[in-house]
């Protein structure tokens, strides 16, 4: 049922403070935009989606603390990530935890409410280098 990561959505009463936080943190800029309400960057190895959305189209009281599901990405460098969230304002959700060999975790609050995860995940990168191989 379900095939793979392919977007993930934030929100922000502050839309244009939010899409030159993530310029800034992705260091691209995003790709596709609905005029006041809507930004997209695509981000990684598959181009995954990255949305951010104005506070006002949320589901969800935007006042709440920040709960519910976190969306990992996965960062080959986990201590420079944590450092460079931390360096543009990001408050920490959950510090960095071992999950197990190959899997470690953390998470941040970004500065307009959304749980931002991180991630070393050598799955991640043992099913990259084989569609890498399958490719050669």
Not at 40 to 66: C, I, N, Q, T
Not at 74 to 101: F, M, N, S, Y
Not at 109 to 126: E, K, R
């Amino acid at each position: 049922m379900l095939r793979g990561f392919a977007t993930v959505t934030y929100f922000a009463d502050d839309l244009d403070a939010a899409k030159a936080w993530y310029a800034e943190l992705l260091g691209i800029e995003a790709y596709f935009e609905v005029a006041g309400g809507y930004a997209e960057f695509r981000v990684g190895d598959y181009g995954h989606e990255l949305g951010l959305v104005k506070g006002s189209w949320a589901p969800h009281d935007m006042s709440a603390a920040p709960g519910g599901q976190i969306a990992y990405w996965h960062v080959d460098d986990l201590d420079a990530a944590i450092e460079r969230l931390t360096a543009l304002g990001a408050e920490e959700h959950e510090p960095k935890t071992v999950r197990g060999d190959g899997f470690v975790t953390a998470s941040f609050v970004d500065p307009f409410g959304n749980v931002l995860g991180v991630m070393f995940n050598q799955h991640y990168l043992d099913v990259l280098a084989g569609a890498a191989e399958a490719r050669a």
